[in-house]
Structures are given as C-alpha cells and as structure tokens.
C-alpha cells in the first residue's frame, strides 16, 4: 500500500479542489443537531463510494457529489455498523466512568481505579484494533456490493481476517500512520480523513481480491488432480483395485 499517494491521489482530478471543498462544507456542518447527523451519514456514504472505485482501480476515484440523498443512505448502513461494532467498547467506558466516580472519593479508592485502567487498557486496545480491522473488510465487502448484510456476516468476516492476515496487519498499520500525519495536519484532517482512508481501504479491498482469486485458482487447479487421484482408485469395474494382501 502507497502511503504517501493517500494523500496525493486527490490532486490527479481535475475537479479536486470543488470536491473537497465540498467535503470540507460537510465536514463543518457535522456539529449542527440533526443536520450534521444527515451530514456524517453523506461523509460515510461518500468513504464507501472512494473505497468502492479505488477498489475497482478507477483512474480518478474521488466522487461526485452530485447524488447527496444516495450517500446518506450508504453512510446510514456504515454509521450503522460502526455503531454496532463499537459498543462493547462504549459500554466498558461508561463502566469506567461509573467505577471512577464510585472509587476516585479517596487516595485508596483512586489509586485501585488506575491499577483497574492500567490492566484494562490494553484489552481495549486490542479490542479496537480488532473492530477496525473487522470494518474494514465489512466497508471492503459493502463498496463491492452494496448489501448493508456485509458488515453483519461474521463468520465471513473472521474467515477473511484469518485467511489474509498479513494483508489485515498492513492496513492497519498504514491506516495508523495516516490517522497521525493527519493529526499532525489538523487544520486539513477533518475534510482530508475521508479521501485518505478511503483510498487507503480501497487499496486494501483491491488486494484483498486479488488474494482471493488466487486462492480460487488455486483451488480449482487443485480439483482436477483430485480427481484424477481419485479415478486411479477404481479399478476397470467401478471397484477399488484389490491390495496385494487381497489378492493373496
């Protein structure tokens, strides 16, 4: 995966400057009640669609956003799953919460609450990296058919995080990176974490399906060897040939 052009590919549209202007307005509206939740579902809609042609190697894959009402229902299926994927994490922080409230009354009571959140801390960073990674090949399998069941198939999921593992690593830690350098550009991160992750999780959709054509390829080279392996078993008469043993 091509960090950098994450961040460069944008620039290949000739219309790259009205685009992101136009995420930027979107961007600006998402503290607004009610409209910025209309307004966040667009963004995540819009993320899906740069997966989407990145995946299938668009030349210039920055969207239009000239069929906002079609991006707010994609986002609203991605808000959705990421809502979902997110609990269990959302509930053992307000747990903490509660627990920080009923220990920190003393120096007894503060010091147990730090000893339970260092211990805790990890697993949540573990638990994240697993959610994001689980979403990412969900909003990889969404952009490619646009079924919002994608993201709630699991055993799906967990069988394409175990079968491309490396691939998973990669994008996560790409993804990590980018997320920092944006940060460190925060005036830009705001409208520039959509074209950048979505490309970044385009790509990676890109090399998930490679892998899994050729692990198909390999499959089905592999099926007529069985056969054939298997026909050597049968004897003229549509029976096992007999052992040497037998035929003794």
């Not at 053992?92 to 627990?99: E, N, P, Q, S």
């Not at 697993?130 to 952009?143: C, E, I, Q, R």
């Amino acid at each position: 995966m091509e960090l950098l052009r994450a961040f460069t590919f944008v620039f290949k549209d000739r219309r790259w400057l009205i685009k992101l202007a136009e995420t930027a307005l979107f961007v600006a509206l998402c503290p607004v009640p009610v409209i910025g939740l209309l307004c966040l579902c667009a963004l995540l809609g819009y993320l899906a669609e740069i997966i989407h042609n990145v995946s299938r190697d668009y030349p210039r894959p920055l969207p239009e956003w000239d069929h906002i009402g079609e991006d707010i229902g994609k986002g609203a299926h991605v808000l959705r799953a990421m809502a979902l994927f997110h609990l269990p994490l959302a509930l053992v922080v307000g747990l903490l919460y509660v627990a920080r409230e009923m220990l920190a009354v003393s120096l007894f009571g503060s010091l147990t609450f730090a000893g339970v959140l260092a211990t805790i801390m990890p697993l949540l960073l573990i638990y994240l990296s697993f959610a994001w990674t689980l979403l990412a090949v969900g909003l990889v399998n969404y952009a490619e058919s646009w079924d919002a069941g994608a993201f709630y198939q699991f055993s799906k999921l967990l069988r394409g995080l175990g079968n491309h593992g490396v691939l998973t690593l990669q994008w996560l830690v790409y993804s990590s990176a980018a997320s920092m350098i944006l940060l460190l550009l925060l005036p830009l991160a705001p409208f520039l974490f959509f074209p950048v992750q979505g490309y970044l999780t385009g790509e990676f959709g890109r090399r998930l399906q490679a892998a899994r054509m050729q692990m198909r390829d390999a499959h089905t080279r592999a099926e007529p060897a069985a056969a054939v392996k298997n026909l050597a078993l049968i004897g003229p008469e549509g029976h096992a040939p007999l052992r040497s043993s037998e035929t003794a």
